[in-house]
């Protein structure tokens, strides 16, 4: 049934030759061009190191310490909380393991400590409301930047040449020196 | 002794306002009056920093001789403070730190108004602007944080201390590192601004300020990674950089600094970029005041605010004031900075000139963004939110990846045009080995596809890995080329090569100690850490440490007191090293401090802190970190400066050919 609906596919809106033709191509491009041969075999390699290596699991505790602050007003994130005497990171770190033990969800555990603590406990903006415009700036700002870029590339290579073909145009004292000082700097090692 | 002082920078203020507008009026109306006002005004330039220099020598004195009738030398030293710790007052607090700002800018002036004769009139309106910063800095001396101010009532007969954060060696060194790249970029922008007002004609003031703003680059990278190799040896958190505010102040300006020194390149060679030039730059000056303002002004909380205060406001007009006046100048004489050429092609040296520009900027925008959202968030909402690393990391995180892929790729490109056909050649041999480490880092189990941040560390190795590759294979390329020529070995003709253009050769020199640097920053998702209370002979293993508690103690010393451990270190059945991680009570300050220790290797970093006393066993705490590959990023700094060194080095004359020769393929990416 796979082998048919992959023939099918294969062979789907095209007559016998150009397949013929297209298996050919396909047939010299493995057999003679040595970097396509090579990248299907890394890309092999890669697809089997995907395949045979199992991922692991993840500490929750760990993920979940790093989204939290510490709120004794050293700024620093709850799990690198190293504040001499500090009076809140053991007692939060405890809260943490307490609420993991519960079988609380992430977001349930979280949402304990921004009840608690306030919302500034999250070390980052979280992803509802206005802060969602926290993340969303940096990559509007990325394609804005972007679009500006492209826009910039194509009116400078959209810009005149300096003088049409054939067309000699007379050269004043000014140009000419700076004609010379462009070629100066063109030539220079 | 505090009257000499404050004298001194009362003069200095009126000596720099008369160099402003001595200066400013010998410009508008030249004449041979004029140039007699002009040098009266450069001499005055060059007293103010005279002055300046005698206000910081009366504070430092002041310091040593432990006079705390001064309400600054009272807040930030004591009788028992170390004598380094002493001369490095002068930057430990905000009034001090002014001073040392304004002193700096009076160097830097004084070094410029003394070359003057490179460019007479460019440097006259260079040196006026330079005064026009330096009488914003003395109004601040002079009136809003005084370092000279007095104590009222009765005189104490101690100090209240140095803040112990700041009682550790690279304190001496970090902040005039820093401060000097922050001030130095004060020139560059003096240039330009001098230039635009003028019209001036063509690039040579970049040329000029070439050395300037790369010297000015490599004080600003040594002060962020200084500052970074201090919160890793004295916050004793394990980490380096914790996206702070005051290590945000200090990276935006870095990020345009960087663009600036790229973009340049395309004025200086093509006549392209002109405004963006100038924004940029401008923008590099103005985001090291805001850098200023973020931390002196309160209005954002760091862990670094180690001095708050009201001067907010002069420095809110202050960047409105130079903002506008820069906005003014720009729109009068923007006709002037309309670019010479097209971009003659998509792959191009020019391309990847704007699209490296566009993500720093990205990369400063994304860090200001965040530093200013708490602020932003609380206008809109009503309250703050914090905006920490995990917010960094995932948004900076790919910006900083794709600029390592254009690190990469740039030097492969040639001015003007490159075909696919060399961009390929060139690539494919970095772009093999970056993918075969890929490889070999997923076969020994960093697995992508578990963590995010797995994934963006095998990233950031293939990518750093095609940096260096690219760069050494650029470096082999060329020297084969002259190797054949001159019979020299190749190591020989690779230092040839560099000398015909140290400017290019060093600059790939940074670029590798850029790759360098971010495999030693992709160690950190592999970081461990384990704490436990450990009496005599308790052990606690760490990767392939264990660590035996031999004992611990209490000392004590006229600055502080302290707690201590000694801790053996064994990897299998080997003592390798015994570490002592430390906890400080300063007297003075009444202040405790954590002293991490540190064992250093290429491979690991095993970090120590002493986490204090269990009350009830009377047992240390002890924290260990195991920091894979932190050294790299220590080498790579050193070899990002040392290409900078390199780069400053001129180049050598080149060699007249009397005779016609057969030119030689030049590598990819020929003329810088």
Not at chain 2, 264 to 286: C, D, H, P, S, Y
Not at chain 2, 453 to 467: D, E, I, K, R, S
Request: a positive charge; proline letters at 5%; hydrophobic letters at 50%.
């Amino acid at each position: 049934m796979l082998r048919r609906g992959w023939r099918g596919l294969g062979s789907h809106g095209r007559s016998p030759q150009t397949h013929r033709m297209t298996v050919t191509k396909t047939k010299r491009l493995l057999t003679s061009n040595p970097i396509f041969r090579r990248g299907l075999q890394v890309g092999l390699l890669c697809l089997m190191v995907f395949a045979f290596l199992g991922a692991g699991d993840e500490s929750r505790f760990n993920s979940l310490g790093h989204r939290l602050m510490c709120v004794c007003s050293c700024n620093q994130v709850l799990l690198e909380c190293n504040h001499v005497g500090c009076t809140y990171s053991d007692r939060m770190r405890g809260e943490l393991v307490a609420g993991l033990d519960r079988g609380e969800n992430d977001d349930l555990t979280l949402q304990g400590f921004v009840q608690k603590y306030g919302p500034t406990v999250m070390a980052a903006p979280t992803t509802t409301g206005f802060n969602r415009v926290a993340w969303v700036m940096p990559f509007l700002a990325l394609v804005l930047g972007l679009l500006s870029t492209v826009f910039i590339v194509l009116a400078w290579r959209k810009r005149p040449a300096l003088a049409a073909p054939g067309a000699v145009l007379p050269v004043s004292g000014a140009d000419l020196e700076r004609f010379r000082t462009q070629a100066r700097k063109d030539t220079e090692v | 002794m505090s009257q000499i002082g404050s004298f001194a920078l009362l003069l200095a203020l009126a000596l720099s306002a008369y160099s402003f507008l001595a200066g400013a009026l010998a410009l508008a109306w030249p004449g041979p009056t004029s140039e007699r006002l002009g040098e009266t005004a450069r001499r005055a330039g060059i007293a103010t920093f005279a002055l300046v220099f005698l206000a910081a020598v009366v504070l430092v004195t002041s310091a040593f001789q432990d006079d705390f009738s001064i309400a600054y030398l009272y807040h930030h030293s004591n009788r028992d403070l170390p004598a380094p710790y002493k001369f490095a007052t002068l930057w430990s607090g905000q009034e001090g730190s002014l001073l040392f700002w304004s002193l700096l800018l009076a160097a830097y002036g004084l070094v410029l108004r003394l070359r003057h004769k490179t460019d007479a009139r460019l440097f006259a309106y260079a040196s006026a602007i330079i005064a026009a910063v330096q009488i914003f800095f003395l109004l601040l001396l002079n009136f809003a944080a005084h370092p000279f101010a007095l104590m009222t009532g009765s005189l104490p007969t101690d100090g209240a201390g140095l803040n112990p954060l700041l009682q550790y060696p690279e304190m001496v060194i970090h902040p005039p590192m820093l401060y000097l790249g922050y001030v130095g970029f004060t020139v560059p922008f003096a240039f330009a601004l001098g230039a635009l007002i003028m019209r001036y004609p063509g690039e040579k003031w970049i040329r000029i300020t070439r050395r300037w703003t790369m010297v000015t680059w490599a004080f600003l990278t040594c002060g962020v990674f200084l500052g970074a190799h201090w919160a890793y040896s004295v916050l004793g958190w394990g980490g380096y950089w914790g996206w702070d505010p005051v290590e945000n102040a200090s990276l935006m300006p870095w990020l345009t600094g960087t663009a600036f020194l790229h973009s340049v390149m395309m004025q200086e060679k093509r006549g392209m970029l002109k405004m963006w030039n100038m924004w940029l730059i401008f923008a590099t000056f103005w985001l090291a005041i805001l850098g200023t303002f973020l931390t002196r002004s309160g209005i954002i909380s760091s862990v670094h605010a180690f001095a708050q205060s009201s001067i907010g406001g002069w420095f809110k007009w202050f960047l409105l004031i130079t903002l506008v006046a820069f906005t003014f100048f720009f729109f009068k004489n923007k006709s002037h900075l309309r670019s010479e050429h097209k971009l003659e092609s998509l792959i191009s040296r020019e391309s990847s000139f704007l699209f490296n520009n566009l993500l720093l900027l990205l990369a400063c925008f994304t860090v200001l963004w965040g530093t200013w959202f708490p602020l932003i968030s609380e206008y809109v909402q009503g309250n703050k939110v914090t905006v920490g690393p995990p917010f960094y990391n995932k948004v900076a995180i790919p910006v900083a990846l794709l600029l390592l892929l254009l690190t990469a790729v740039g030097p492969l490109l040639a001015w003007r045009k490159t075909s696919l056909e060399s961009l390929k050649r060139n690539f494919r041999g970095p772009a093999l080995g970056a993918l075969a480490l890929g490889i070999l880092m997923m076969v020994f189990g960093v697995r992508p596809w578990n963590d995010i941040a797995y994934f963006y560390a095998l990233m950031a190795a293939m990518l750093a890995a095609l940096v260096a590759l690219t760069v050494t294979s650029e470096f082999i390329r060329g020297g084969r080329v002259i190797s054949r020529h001159t019979g020299q070995s190749l190591l020989a003709s690779m230092v040839h090569l560099w000398h015909r253009n140290t400017r290019r050769y060093g600059g790939y020199i940074v670029h590798f100690g850029v790759a360098v640097v971010v495999i030693g920053i992709l160690g950190t998702p592999f970081n461990q850490d384990r704490e436990k209370e450990m009496g005599y002979g308790d052990k606690m293993t760490i990767g392939p440490y264990t660590l035996v508690c031999e004992s611990y103690t209490q000392d004590d010393s006229p600055n502080y007191s302290n707690e201590w451990a000694i801790i053996n270190v064994f990897k299998g059945d080997r003592q390798i090293t015994t570490m002592y991680p430390e906890r400080r009570f300063y007297k003075a300050s009444q202040q405790p401090q954590t002293l991490p220790r540190i064992r250093s290797t290429i491979k690991e970093d095993l970090y120590l802190t002493y986490e204090g006393l269990n009350e009830t066993t009377g047992r240390p705490i002890i924290k260990a970190h195991l920091n894979p590959l932190v050294m790299w990023i220590w080498v790579g700094v050193l070899i990002m400066i040392g290409g900078t060194v390199l780069a400053l080095i001129p180049s050598a004359a080149p060699v007249r050919v009397r005779a016609p020769a057969r030119i030689e393929t030049a590598p990819a990416g020929a003329g810088d």
